[in-house]
Structure formats: C-alpha cells, structure tokens
C-alpha cells in the first residue's frame, strides 16, 4: 500500500482527527508490548529501527555497520523479518533459491553482502544466527519488537520524511511516539538534509549523526543520458534526485508503492515508455530483486552506499561493542 497523503501533512485535518481514538490504541498496545522484556544474547545486537512506517534508510545502515565490524575481523550476520516475504522462519537466506516474495527484498540485498536470516521471532532468529557463527547480529528494523534485548540501537529518520505529521498509525505514520522511540536509543541518524526539521522533534540531548545517501561510482556512465526512473520505495523523490545529482536526465519517473511487486506487466509498459522516451530504464537494487527475471538484463541499476558527516562518531560508538565479541574457542 501506498501511504496516504495526509501522513505527510501537518496533522490537521478531519481524517487524523477521526482516527486518533485508533492511534491512541495503537500506541498503547505498541507500548505494553515494548515492557515485555526479551532474550539477551550472548553477542553484541545492533539494531537500526525508526519511528515511522516505511522506509527510512535502515537497510542502508545496516550494510554500512555491517562492513564497519566485519572490518575489524568480526563475524556479522543480519537478523529481519523479511517484510513482503512468505516465509516467517528463521531460515538462513540463500539468493540462489529464495526470491523477494519467499523472504523479502532487504532480505536478499544484506544476503549477498554477508549472512542474512529471516525470522519473525527475533530471538529465535538470532539464535539460529549464534549457532551458526555468528558473533554479533545487526537488526534490519525490529526496534518496536522486544523479543530480542539490544545492545546499541539507532533511530534512523529520512530527513526528507522526518515523522511525517507526527501522529500515530492510522493517523499518521508513526509505530509510537518519537520520545519513547528516542529513548530506547543511542543516537538518531538522520539521513540527507533535515528538510522535516525533525531534530527539533526529538527529546533534548538526543545525540544526532548525520549521514547522507551516495550513489555508487559507477552511476557517473548516466551523466548527460535520458533515464526513465523506476522504484517501489518508501520515498521515490530521493531516488529520482539522487539520478539528477549524477546528472542524468528525468525524462520519465514512475513511483510505486514501498515493496511493490512488480510482474511482467509492469515491466512492458515500463519498458515501453522508456523505449518511447529513448531512455535507459533504471531503478534501485531494492527494486532490480523485485523485478520478474526475464527483464533484469534490460534494466540498469543504481547503487547507493552512505557517507557519514562524522565517520569517528560512528566508529567510536561501535568501540565497545566490538570489545565484547567472543572469542571462538
């Protein structure tokens, strides 16, 4: 589904209106649920979550910590749901023979960086994580699941996005209150320019990192090229400005709901409208393992990798975590 407009608004309205006594029982059942306390595993859980429905930059994140420890000699497996996925495991994922619509496509882009596992019950995730090797997890979302303690957890917010109207779900796109999200956190990092002004809506003496999304190098060959841009992401805007940024030229976009499927339909008259355009049709690596098979070799994707304002903050943070990996016998 695609959110609705007025989860981007200021918060008035009639609709948030009528649906606030449904938000007040979304937070509070959100709230009892978060007091349960969970199993705390006996390596270090890294979890990247945010405060809002849809996407935030979590995956991205993830994958960058992911090779931030792996660089230090550390064993790092990947721990999700597997949003969009049949399967509810924990199942260890494979890319030579899940697709998106057995295990979900953040699934499948930690996978081919380094171990990933679906797994409803978070604990039970990570325990088949453990007994596989690994020696610390990192939670791809998950900060509103408490079946699993976390050593360290960031609140991810798109600084394009920031938390939206600010209400609960069904009247806005927050999972919870941003303070109580906030609290249960290390830092906030927000991605891009602070747009929203979402700084301003976190608790004072909320330590704030900055980070930015960058596409890959290599996206520099569509400097000057027609592209027809395609993505079912939770903001589409920022993949069609990252493409400008590297100078290509728009000439189509084509928004999609956050996770959509895309089948051999889609893809004819996606492509086309590209071929009608003389445009090289493009979309991101979330959205190329979404994409029916047969089409992928037609279809170019752009990478996105993130740099950070303050590359020591995030290292120093993951210092001591570090320090407490076990050592293998």
Not at 137 to 143: H, P, R, S, T, V
Not at 193 to 217: F, K, M, N, V
Not at 242 to 261: C, I, K, N, Q, S
């Amino acid at each position: 589904m695609r959110a609705p407009d007025f989860w981007g608004g200021d918060g008035s309205g009639l609709l948030p209106l009528l649906l606030s006594p449904i938000a007040s029982l979304y937070g509070a059942a959100t709230a009892r649920r978060m007091a349960k306390p969970g199993w705390q595993a006996p390596v270090p859980v890294i979890c990247c979550g945010n405060a809002t429905a849809g996407g935030a930059g979590k995956t991205t994140v993830s994958l960058d910590l992911g090779q931030r420890l792996a660089n230090r000699g550390i064993a790092v497996h990947f721990l999700l749901r597997g949003y969009g996925g049949k399967l509810r495991g924990p199942v260890r994922v494979d890319p030579a023979i899940h697709d998106s619509q057995a295990v979900g496509d953040e699934a499948l882009l930690l996978a081919a960086e380094r171990p990933a596992w679906i797994s409803a019950d978070r604990a039970a995730g990570a325990r088949a994580a453990i007994a596989a090797g690994a020696q610390a997890i990192i939670l791809d979302d998950g900060l509103q699941n408490p079946t699993l303690e976390k050593d360290l957890s960031f609140l991810i917010v798109d600084g394009n996005f920031g938390f939206g109207n600010n209400r609960i779900i069904p009247a806005g796109p927050l999972r919870e209150p941003v303070a109580a999200a906030a609290a249960r956190c290390r830092a906030a990092i927000i991605i891009g320019e602070d747009e929203a002004d979402a700084a301003s809506l976190l608790p004072p003496g909320t330590r704030i990192l900055r980070a930015y999304q960058r596409p890959a190098p290599e996206a520099s060959m569509l400097a000057g090229q027609p592209v027809h841009a395609f993505c079912g992401i939770g903001n589409p805007k920022k993949f069609f400005a990252t493409l400008a940024e590297v100078g290509a030229v728009v000439a189509g976009r084509a928004p999609f709901a956050d996770h959509y499927p895309f089948d051999e339909g889609d893809m004819r008259e996606i492509l086309a409208e590209a071929d009608r355009l003389r445009a090289i049709p493009v979309t991101t690596r979330k959205d190329f393992v979404r994409i029916p098979a047969a089409f992928r070799s037609r279809v170019t994707v752009v990478n996105i990798g993130l740099e950070w304002e303050d590359t020591a903050a995030i290292e120093a943070l993951l210092d001591p975590l570090a320090q407490r990996v076990p050592i293998p016998a």
